[in-house]
């Protein structure tokens, strides 16, 4: 829903970086959330962008542009065990619902 | 890290018959829980909202008598999947908002839901 929209399938090699990027419908705008998710496992919280700017934790950063309704996951020194879905969700209300993207499956190749 | 568990993590039913789906908050209180449907390699699509004490809110196009929702503790959500059908056969997932923690949801492991 919202037209979130951020790409199908990334492909990258161990040790390099990935950017995925996410777009989203700005009207109503309350935050932007990453997630991964393994293939049949829970999505596990990996960041949350409220304000505009870059987030950092670790290898994973996040970014935020709320004029441009546009947000990146940027992973960092992949590992083998970085391959999964990562899915960008937007809450659109104060009840903290959320819009899935179709999520980005990266695969990381040795 | 805040748990939430689901229950079962996988169920074959035939069709006609109900099924129930637990989620439970293990380590928190959760005033909020939400249920999502799941098909292969697509995203979570949310079908409703649970809260605790009261009814649920459905998504547009979620049908409430087909897929009972009951919030009966801070802990506790069920999704009653009722005369289940084929088309019926997913992925659920719960996810539970910590009322001690304004934004994030934690995701339960999610139910493979198999209608035969």
């Known amino acids: 829903g919202q037209n979130i929209d951020q790409p199908t399938e990334m492909t990258a090699t161990e040790g390099a970086i990935v950017q995925i990027n996410c777009t989203y419908q700005t009207s109503g705008f309350n935050g932007l959330f990453w997630y991964q998710q393994h293939a049949g496992e829970a999505p596990t919280f990996l960041s949350y962008?409220?304000?505009?700017g870059l987030e950092e934790k670790g290898r994973f950063s996040s970014f935020l542009s709320r004029s441009k309704g546009y947000s990146y996951l940027l992973l960092k020194e992949l590992q083998m065990k970085d391959s999964a879905s990562y899915l960008c969700?937007?809450?659109?209300?104060?009840?903290?619902?959320?819009?899935f993207g179709a999520g980005t499956t990266v695969t990381v190749r040795a | 890290g805040a748990v939430v568990s689901q229950h079962p993590s996988r169920v074959i039913c035939k069709s006609g018959t109900s099924v129930k789906i637990e989620c439970r908050s293990l380590d928190f209180q959760a005033t909020t829980m939400f249920w999502y449907r799941q098909f292969p390699k697509k995203s979570l699509m949310l079908m409703a909202t649970s809260n605790e004490g009261s009814k649920a809110t459905y998504e547009q196009g979620v049908e409430k008598d087909k897929f009972l929702i009951n919030h009966a503790s801070l802990t506790l959500s069920t999704l009653t999947v009722t005369s289940a059908h084929p088309e019926d056969s997913s992925f659920y997932i719960c996810?539970?908002?910590?009322?001690?923690?304004?934004?994030?949801?934690?995701f339960g492991p999610g139910t493979r839901l198999t209608v035969t």
């Open positions: 962008n409220v304000l505009d």
């Open positions: 996810s539970a908002r910590d009322r001690n923690r304004n934004y994030e949801q934690y």
């Open positions: 969700a937007v809450s659109y209300t104060n009840d903290y619902k959320l819009s």
